[in-house]
């Protein structure tokens, strides 16, 4: 049984990896630091934290495993700056840490068509937080690539919303990369993931995910 860091827990896909990761026999305790309480489980630790000043050597830190789902949107940040906050330097302070105290495995949501060199902040900005984390030193990191997720967020994303309506209704025309991930479908990949533990690095595109 494994111990497992959950950051993103509150979003569309953490909040799978969270019900997943509490349901799996494999799984010993979720350690979700949050801002927000979450529901209590007797599996669940939940150490309510401010992202922009994380405790450092907190004793939570000490897991197996680390699932990352942090994201947002540029609308919802309100800047390009503080998106990048969320999407790539809370991420990899969070890797830091916990590699530090002992973590063996990390994995990531990033998304399709993440690139360092994309003239696309978005996706360079992932493209960025993939790179770097490589450099933190996990045995295993897991890079899982989903294109637009299906799904019901608790924050509106109208642009998003209106690119999966559309989407769905292509869906037997669109080639795999580009269709409808269930964010489910995501949740279970990133935590096998991360309690397999393989070594090196792997990166899961999106239509590895259906």
Not at 114 to 126: E, H, P
Not at 144 to 165: K, M
Request: hydrophobic letters at 45%; one cysteine or more; glycine letters at 6%.
């Amino acid at each position: 049984m494994k111990k497992l860091m959950l950051v993103g827990a509150t979003g569309l896909v953490g909040g799978h990896v969270l019900q997943q990761a509490l349901a799996d026999p494999a799984v010993a305790q979720v350690v979700a630091p949050t801002r927000k309480s979450l529901v209590p489980h007797a599996k669940l630790l939940n150490p309510l934290v401010d992202f922009e000043r994380l405790p450092e050597d907190a004793e939570w830190w000490r897991v197996d495993a680390v699932v990352c789902t942090l994201g947002t949107t540029i609308r919802v940040a309100g800047s390009q700056a503080a998106f990048y906050k969320v999407d790539h330097d809370h991420p990899l302070e969070v890797a830091y840490l916990a590699r530090r105290h002992g973590a063996r495995a990390f994995a990531l949501n990033s998304a399709l068509g993440a690139d360092v060199a994309s003239r696309v902040f978005y996706s360079r900005t992932k493209g960025e937080i993939e790179r770097d984390l490589q450099a933190v030193g996990y045995p295993s990191l897991t890079l899982v690539r989903p294109g637009l997720i299906g799904g019901q967020r608790q924050e509106a994303r109208p642009a998003e919303q209106w690119a999966v309506r559309v989407s769905k209704l292509l869906q037997p025309l669109l080639p795999r990369r580009y269709r409808v991930v269930p964010a489910d479908r995501i949740a279970h990949h990133l935590l096998q993931a991360a309690l397999a533990a393989s070594p090196g690095v792997h990166v899961l595109p999106s239509e590895a995910l259906l």
